[in-house]
């Protein structure tokens, strides 16, 4: 395919989730990257991701970033762990060459990766994050490449999406899941002084789990270090700035029907929007 397909028209920047996680990385972003367009893509239709195989999330962000770039994006973010975790090295190896090479993908791991060198001391760092994030082993592995001292425990928490999404999060019974999961974390290793809440939908469990984290551990919620990172990207990277449009606005999608995705929206955006139900 033509390496400048589509490069003659500018468009917005894609966030792709497998549910509504995304919107909390949007979120950041647009705080951040105010005079940017976005499109947010939601397969809400499909989710949850987690648990399905390395090739099913594989198979269906693919056919996400590709209604993406249809739609007029020239850079995706997969504001997903699960699809970071699953998908984006083949989707940027194999496929975006063969698609459209000036074309980019990014994820959310390596942003959150580069920035616990500067908030450990004990080289200990725990994770909070879903069956499949934790399985895939993503966390680990790109730590140790960047920072091989640091020792990485995991902890797998089935239930907080599920809380998150039925309206739950600030329920007593949260508190139950929550603690469970965060105690069994530190139990495993007593020396982690930093949490990577590595799943877009647990910022929305912040104030419990901050409740039963000691003080002195720091945790890392990603959205504010994705949304660093691809403020800077996009310094390094002027051509693909130059593919961006800037009218400071935002669309969503979902896979979904417009009326069921807006209410849970509304809990990770805290703001009423407009959205359109489209098919893949």
């Given amino acids: 395919m033509n390496n400048n397909v589509g490069l003659d028209k500018s468009g917005p920047i894609g966030v792709f989730d497998s549910g509504y996680g995304g919107l909390t990385i949007l979120k950041q972003i647009r705080h951040a990257m105010p005079e940017y367009d976005f499109l947010y893509l939601g397969d809400n239709a499909r989710t949850p991701y987690g648990t399905r195989s390395f090739q099913v999330v594989y198979e269906y962000t693919l056919e996400c970033v590709k209604k993406l770039f249809d739609m007029g994006c020239h850079l995706v973010i997969l504001a997903c762990n699960t699809a970071s975790a699953k998908a984006l090295r083949t989707i940027q190896q194999v496929d975006l060459p063969?698609?459209?090479?000036?074309?980019?993908?990014?994820?959310?791991?390596?942003?959150?990766?580069?920035?616990?060198?500067?908030?450990?001391?004990?080289?200990?760092?725990?994770?909070?994050?879903?069956?499949?994030?934790?399985?895939?082993?993503?966390?680990?592995?790109?730590?140790?490449?960047?920072?091989?001292?640091?020792?990485?425990?995991?902890?797998?928490?089935?239930?907080?999406?599920?809380?998150?999404?039925?309206?739950?999060?600030?329920?007593?019974?949260?508190?139950?899941?929550?603690?469970?999961?965060?105690?069994?974390?530190?139990?495993?290793?007593?020396?982690?002084d930093t949490i990577i809440l590595g799943c877009t939908h647990y910022p929305l469990l912040l104030p419990k789990i901050r409740k039963y984290v000691p003080e002195n551990i720091s945790i890392l919620s990603q959205g504010e270090y994705v949304a660093k990172s691809l403020r800077n990207y996009m310094y390094r990277h002027p051509e693909m700035d130059a593919c961006c449009t800037k009218n400071g606005k935002c669309s969503y999608f979902t896979t979904e029907s417009a009326e069921t995705f807006l209410p849970n929206a509304s809990l990770f955006l805290n703001e009423r929007i407009q959205a359109q139900s489209i098919s893949l």
């Fill in 98 to 192: 063969r698609i459209d090479a000036s074309r980019r993908v990014l994820g959310i791991i390596r942003p959150t990766v580069e920035s616990i060198d500067a908030l450990t001391k004990t080289r200990h760092v725990g994770l909070l994050a879903t069956p499949g994030t934790v399985k895939s082993l993503s966390y680990p592995l790109e730590i140790n490449k960047l920072f091989p001292d640091i020792t990485v425990t995991a902890e797998a928490c089935p239930i907080w999406v599920p809380l998150v999404e039925s309206g739950e999060s600030g329920s007593q019974g949260a508190d139950f899941f929550v603690k469970r999961h965060v105690d069994s974390l530190l139990a495993k290793d007593n020396m982690i």
